[in-house]
T-cell receptor, first 113, second 113 residues
Framework: QKEVEQNSGPLSVPEGAIASLNCTYS??????FFWYRQYSGKSPELIMSIYSNGDKEDGRFTAQLNKASQYVSLLIRDSQPSDSATYLC?????????????FGAGTRLFVKA | KAGVTQTPRYLIKTRGQQVTLSCSPISGHRSVSWYQQTPGQGLQFLFEYFSETQRNKGNFPGRFSGRQFSNSRSEMNVSTLELGDSALYLC????????????FGPGTRLLVL
Protein backbone atom coordinates (compact mmCIF):
# COMPACT_ATOMS: atom_id res chain seq x y z
CA GLN A 1 0.00 0.00 0.00
CA LYS A 2 1.31 3.42 -0.97
CA GLU A 3 1.93 5.69 1.98
CA VAL A 4 0.78 8.89 0.26
CA GLU A 5 -1.97 8.56 -2.32
CA GLN A 6 -3.17 11.10 -4.84
CA ASN A 7 -5.47 10.88 -7.82
CA SER A 8 -3.08 10.80 -10.78
CA GLY A 9 -5.51 12.73 -12.94
CA PRO A 10 -5.30 14.44 -15.22
CA LEU A 11 -7.67 16.94 -13.67
CA SER A 12 -9.00 19.40 -16.20
CA VAL A 13 -10.76 22.61 -15.17
CA PRO A 14 -11.76 25.73 -17.12
CA GLU A 15 -10.01 29.01 -16.48
CA GLY A 16 -11.49 30.80 -13.48
CA ALA A 17 -12.83 27.63 -11.86
CA ILE A 18 -11.82 26.04 -8.57
CA ALA A 19 -9.41 23.11 -8.80
CA SER A 20 -9.59 20.62 -5.95
CA LEU A 21 -6.65 18.29 -5.33
CA ASN A 22 -6.82 15.53 -2.74
CA CYS A 23 -4.33 13.39 -0.86
CA THR A 24 -4.51 10.68 1.79
CA TYR A 25 -1.70 9.33 3.89
CA SER A 26 -1.25 6.17 5.91
CA UNK A 27 1.08 7.17 8.76
CA UNK A 28 -1.20 8.49 11.48
CA UNK A 29 1.64 10.21 13.38
CA UNK A 30 2.68 12.40 10.45
CA UNK A 31 3.41 15.95 11.50
CA UNK A 32 3.99 18.13 8.46
CA PHE A 33 2.19 18.35 5.16
CA PHE A 34 3.17 20.12 1.98
CA TRP A 35 1.97 20.83 -1.51
CA TYR A 36 4.54 21.34 -4.25
CA ARG A 37 3.96 22.40 -7.83
CA GLN A 38 6.20 20.97 -10.51
CA TYR A 39 6.29 22.18 -14.08
CA SER A 40 7.56 19.77 -16.72
CA GLY A 41 11.36 19.62 -16.64
CA LYS A 42 11.61 21.74 -13.50
CA SER A 43 12.10 21.03 -9.83
CA PRO A 44 9.25 21.09 -7.28
CA GLU A 45 8.25 24.48 -5.93
CA LEU A 46 6.68 24.81 -2.48
CA ILE A 47 3.11 26.11 -2.70
CA MET A 48 1.72 25.47 0.78
CA SER A 49 2.70 23.94 4.08
CA ILE A 50 0.25 22.99 6.82
CA TYR A 51 0.89 21.55 10.25
CA SER A 52 -2.41 21.62 12.19
CA ASN A 53 -6.00 20.67 11.47
CA GLY A 54 -8.10 23.15 9.57
CA ASP A 55 -7.66 25.49 6.67
CA LYS A 56 -4.71 27.63 5.68
CA GLU A 57 -5.08 30.24 2.97
CA ASP A 58 -2.40 31.96 0.90
CA GLY A 59 -3.64 34.02 -1.99
CA ARG A 60 -5.59 31.80 -4.39
CA PHE A 61 -4.46 28.65 -2.57
CA THR A 62 -6.13 26.98 0.43
CA ALA A 63 -4.76 23.88 2.09
CA GLN A 64 -7.03 21.79 4.29
CA LEU A 65 -5.84 19.20 6.79
CA ASN A 66 -7.87 16.59 8.65
CA LYS A 67 -5.58 14.39 10.70
CA ALA A 68 -8.42 12.19 11.99
CA SER A 69 -9.29 11.26 8.41
CA GLN A 70 -5.63 11.34 7.33
CA TYR A 71 -6.57 13.65 4.51
CA VAL A 72 -5.06 16.80 3.09
CA SER A 73 -6.33 18.83 0.16
CA LEU A 74 -5.41 21.85 -1.91
CA LEU A 75 -7.94 24.22 -3.45
CA ILE A 76 -6.89 26.59 -6.20
CA ARG A 77 -9.37 29.40 -6.75
CA ASP A 78 -9.66 31.37 -9.99
CA SER A 79 -7.49 28.79 -11.78
CA GLN A 80 -5.20 30.17 -14.47
CA PRO A 81 -3.55 28.42 -17.42
CA SER A 82 -0.23 29.05 -15.66
CA ASP A 83 -1.45 26.76 -12.86
CA SER A 84 -1.22 23.82 -15.29
CA ALA A 85 1.39 21.57 -13.68
CA THR A 86 1.80 18.46 -11.57
CA TYR A 87 0.93 18.96 -7.91
CA LEU A 88 2.76 16.81 -5.40
CA CYS A 89 1.43 16.05 -1.95
CA UNK A 90 4.20 15.46 0.57
CA UNK A 91 4.07 14.17 4.13
CA UNK A 92 6.86 14.30 6.67
CA UNK A 93 6.62 12.03 9.72
CA UNK A 94 8.77 14.43 11.74
CA UNK A 95 8.58 12.60 15.05
CA UNK A 96 12.28 11.75 15.18
CA UNK A 97 13.22 15.18 13.90
CA UNK A 98 14.25 16.28 10.49
CA UNK A 99 13.02 15.20 7.13
CA UNK A 100 12.10 11.84 5.68
CA UNK A 101 9.44 13.21 3.40
CA UNK A 102 7.21 10.87 1.44
CA PHE A 103 5.72 12.15 -1.80
CA GLY A 104 2.61 11.13 -3.62
CA ALA A 105 2.80 10.32 -7.32
CA GLY A 106 1.33 13.71 -8.18
CA THR A 107 -1.85 14.98 -9.82
CA ARG A 108 -1.58 16.57 -13.25
CA LEU A 109 -3.74 19.66 -13.53
CA PHE A 110 -4.76 21.23 -16.83
CA VAL A 111 -6.44 24.64 -16.80
CA LYS A 112 -8.16 25.32 -20.11
CA ALA A 113 -8.22 28.92 -21.34
CA LYS B 1 18.42 35.43 0.02
CA ALA B 2 19.99 33.05 -2.47
CA GLY B 3 18.20 29.80 -3.18
CA VAL B 4 19.44 26.25 -3.31
CA THR B 5 22.18 25.60 -5.84
CA GLN B 6 23.13 22.27 -7.35
CA THR B 7 26.04 21.38 -9.59
CA PRO B 8 26.38 20.10 -12.17
CA ARG B 9 22.99 20.52 -13.79
CA TYR B 10 23.48 17.72 -16.30
CA LEU B 11 25.70 14.66 -16.37
CA ILE B 12 26.24 11.76 -18.71
CA LYS B 13 28.04 8.73 -17.35
CA THR B 14 28.50 5.11 -18.35
CA ARG B 15 27.65 2.01 -16.38
CA GLY B 16 30.17 1.17 -13.68
CA GLN B 17 31.39 4.72 -13.23
CA GLN B 18 30.83 6.80 -10.15
CA VAL B 19 29.42 10.30 -9.83
CA THR B 20 29.47 13.07 -7.23
CA LEU B 21 26.77 15.71 -7.05
CA SER B 22 26.96 18.89 -5.01
CA CYS B 23 24.37 20.99 -3.24
CA SER B 24 24.60 24.32 -1.40
CA PRO B 25 21.58 25.03 0.81
CA ILE B 26 19.90 28.30 1.59
CA SER B 27 22.02 30.42 3.92
CA GLY B 28 21.27 29.51 7.51
CA HIS B 29 19.75 26.11 6.72
CA ARG B 30 21.60 23.21 8.26
CA SER B 31 19.47 20.42 6.81
CA VAL B 32 20.12 19.04 3.34
CA SER B 33 18.11 16.17 1.92
CA TRP B 34 18.56 14.28 -1.31
CA TYR B 35 15.82 12.81 -3.46
CA GLN B 36 15.71 10.77 -6.64
CA GLN B 37 12.93 11.39 -9.15
CA THR B 38 12.14 8.99 -11.97
CA PRO B 39 9.03 8.64 -14.14
CA GLY B 40 8.37 5.16 -12.78
CA GLN B 41 9.03 5.60 -9.06
CA GLY B 42 8.31 9.26 -8.58
CA LEU B 43 10.11 11.30 -5.93
CA GLN B 44 11.93 9.09 -3.43
CA PHE B 45 13.86 10.11 -0.33
CA LEU B 46 17.53 9.13 -0.25
CA PHE B 47 18.91 10.66 2.95
CA GLU B 48 19.09 13.80 5.06
CA TYR B 49 22.13 15.45 6.59
CA PHE B 50 22.04 17.88 9.48
CA SER B 51 25.10 19.47 11.05
CA GLU B 52 27.43 17.09 9.19
CA THR B 53 25.58 13.97 10.42
CA GLN B 54 23.20 11.72 8.54
CA ARG B 55 19.93 12.18 10.42
CA ASN B 56 17.52 10.18 8.26
CA LYS B 57 17.94 7.53 5.59
CA GLY B 58 15.72 6.10 2.90
CA ASN B 59 15.69 2.65 1.36
CA PHE B 60 18.43 2.89 -1.21
CA PRO B 61 21.42 0.57 -1.59
CA GLY B 62 24.81 1.41 -0.14
CA ARG B 63 26.02 2.56 -3.55
CA PHE B 64 24.29 5.82 -2.69
CA SER B 65 26.14 7.80 -0.07
CA GLY B 66 26.48 11.36 1.04
CA ARG B 67 28.22 13.76 3.31
CA GLN B 68 27.87 17.27 4.62
CA PHE B 69 30.56 19.81 5.30
CA SER B 70 30.83 22.34 8.11
CA ASN B 71 29.43 25.08 5.83
CA SER B 72 26.32 22.88 5.28
CA ARG B 73 27.19 22.14 1.67
CA SER B 74 26.47 18.53 0.84
CA GLU B 75 27.66 16.03 -1.70
CA MET B 76 26.00 12.86 -2.87
CA ASN B 77 27.97 10.02 -4.43
CA VAL B 78 26.73 7.10 -6.47
CA SER B 79 29.22 4.35 -7.13
CA THR B 80 29.09 1.60 -9.73
CA LEU B 81 26.40 3.33 -11.75
CA GLU B 82 23.56 1.29 -13.21
CA LEU B 83 21.23 2.19 -16.07
CA GLY B 84 18.42 2.49 -13.54
CA ASP B 85 20.23 5.28 -11.76
CA SER B 86 19.30 7.64 -14.59
CA ALA B 87 17.12 10.20 -12.87
CA LEU B 88 16.70 13.75 -11.68
CA TYR B 89 18.52 14.11 -8.38
CA LEU B 90 17.07 16.83 -6.21
CA CYS B 91 18.56 18.49 -3.19
CA UNK B 92 16.28 20.10 -0.63
CA UNK B 93 17.32 22.71 1.89
CA UNK B 94 15.45 22.45 5.16
CA UNK B 95 14.56 25.10 7.71
CA UNK B 96 14.54 24.22 11.41
CA UNK B 97 12.09 24.91 14.17
CA UNK B 98 8.52 23.99 14.92
CA UNK B 99 7.42 24.30 11.32
CA UNK B 100 10.18 22.72 9.29
CA UNK B 101 9.96 23.30 5.55
CA UNK B 102 11.98 22.13 2.57
CA UNK B 103 12.91 24.04 -0.56
CA PHE B 104 14.22 22.28 -3.62
CA GLY B 105 17.16 23.14 -5.82
CA PRO B 106 17.00 22.96 -9.62
CA GLY B 107 18.25 19.36 -9.67
CA THR B 108 20.96 17.43 -11.46
CA ARG B 109 19.81 15.34 -14.39
CA LEU B 110 21.93 12.19 -14.62
CA LEU B 111 21.91 9.94 -17.65
CA VAL B 112 23.67 6.59 -17.39
CA LEU B 113 24.53 4.92 -20.69
Amino acid sequence: QKEVEQNSGPLSVPEGAIASLNCTYSDRVSQSFFWYRQYSGKSPELIMSIYSNGDKEDGRFTAQLNKASQYVSLLIRDSQPSDSATYLCAVNPGLAGGFKTIFGAGTRLFVKA
Amino acid sequence: KAGVTQTPRYLIKTRGQQVTLSCSPISGHRSVSWYQQTPGQGLQFLFEYFSETQRNKGNFPGRFSGRQFSNSRSEMNVSTLELGDSALYLCASGSSGAQETQYFGPGTRLLVL
